[in-house]
């Protein structure tokens, strides 16, 4: 069964950081494209930074670049985000998502239940 499990999420103040992860299960998670997504109360998922399979190219979004990194330790079959400088607008349900065909994708073919990630003072 392919299972996504994340992890790590918290409350924090502005200006600290989190480390999420996203362990993977019941594939080989080395051949999918991992990507990091979140969804704010009221607003649309939005894509925030993703891992490619072949190229192992990381991606960001314009609005977390510089602050946020992503990697991936295949020996562990796991992904993580590294998070820092965290603002309050970085408030979201933090999601993995797996796609199978290597690539970068918005819409991975599995997801992760997700974690609660809370920026306030």
């Known amino acids: 069964q392919l299972q996504l499990v994340e992890s790590g999420g918290g409350l924090v103040q502005p200006g600290g950081s989190l480390r999420l992860s996203c362990a993977a299960s019941?594939?080989?998670?080395?051949?999918?494209?991992i990507g990091w997504f979140r969804q704010a109360p009221g607003k649309e998922r939005e894509g925030v930074s993703c891992?490619?399979?072949?190229?192992?190219?990381?991606y960001y979004a314009s609005s977390v670049k510089g602050r946020f990194t992503i990697s991936r330790d295949n020996a562990k079959s796991s992904v993580y985000l590294q998070m820092n400088s965290l603002k309050p607008e970085d408030t979201a349900i933090y999601y993995c998502?797996?796609?199978?065909?290597?690539?970068?994708?918005?819409?991975?073919?599995?997801w992760g239940q997700g974690t609660q990630v809370t920026v306030s003072a």
């Open positions: 891992i490619g399979a072949r190229d192992g190219g990381a």
């Open positions: 998502g797996a796609d199978s065909h290597g690539t970068c994708t918005k819409e991975p073919d599995y």
């Open positions: 019941g594939f080989i998670s080395d051949y999918y494209a």
